[in-house]
């Protein structure tokens, strides 16, 4: 008897080693939270519990230099993830397509999506204080497991329904975009002053 397993969904981790670049990139992101008006006022008027530059600033890697130089660093590690994918890009490269900052203040949740129209999807994780919560990801044959029972709790990561990643600053995260995902609520005190701050990205072909 043999068993095989088939479909991997692949979730690639990576570290920014420049330890320099994520203070920068937590300056740039806390500054960008301060100035943009109209992310701040998208973000309260979505429920948004803190700030998102997502539907109002397009151009942050050619706007802020630190930003550029995390496109650069993001750029290989893309390429070796979709190295490991096996993608044939006919001799092309991916691409960025989007980008945008998350300042997370406590009590904040990002509830389960996909990130349609792109082929890799990622977020770099520059402040996580305690209790800032995991990002989760859900096996994409969910919704067809309609009379499969529950995995033991001790099942092996690549048996779960679920996979919980808690990221420290510093991680690189990336998977393909139709894996669906949330962020899990940021519990962290207020007192604390934990507010968690990461930057987002999508790449297409």
């Known amino acids: ?24 990139l937590a300056r740039s992101c806390l500054m960008l939270a301060e100035e943009d008006r109209a992310g701040r006022a998208w973000s309260k008027a979505k429920g948004y519990r803190g700030y998102t530059s997502y539907a109002s600033l397009n151009d942050l890697p050619r706007r802020d230099p630190v930003i550029g130089d995390l496109v650069k660093l ?32 406590p009590g904040a949740t990002h509830s389960g999506h996909i990130h349609p129209h792109s082929v890799v999807s990622g977020t770099v994780y520059v402040a996580v204080p305690p ?9 994409p044959r969910l919704a067809m497991m309609m009379a ?10 690549d048996l779960r329904t679920f996979v919980y990643v808690e990221p420290v ?37």
């Open 1 to 24: 008897m043999s068993v095989r397993s088939l479909f991997a969904t692949r979730l690639y981790e990576g570290t920014l080693k420049d330890a320099a670049l994520v203070d920068d």
């Open 74 to 105: 993001l750029d290989k590690h893309v390429a070796a993830f979709a190295d490991d994918c096996a993608f044939d890009l006919a001799g092309r490269k991916l691409k960025l397509d989007s980008l945008w900052v998350n300042v997370m203040k």
């Open 131 to 139: 209790g800032a919560g995991a990002i989760r990801f859900e096996d």
């Open 169 to 205: 600053p510093g991680t690189v995260l990336l998977w393909e975009s139709w894996l669906r995902h949330e962020v899990m609520p940021h519990e962290g005190a207020s007192k604390s002053g934990g507010e968690r701050i990461s930057v987002s990205f999508n790449y297409r072909w």
């Open 148 to 157: 499969a029972p529950t995995r033991h709790d001790d099942a092996p990561e």
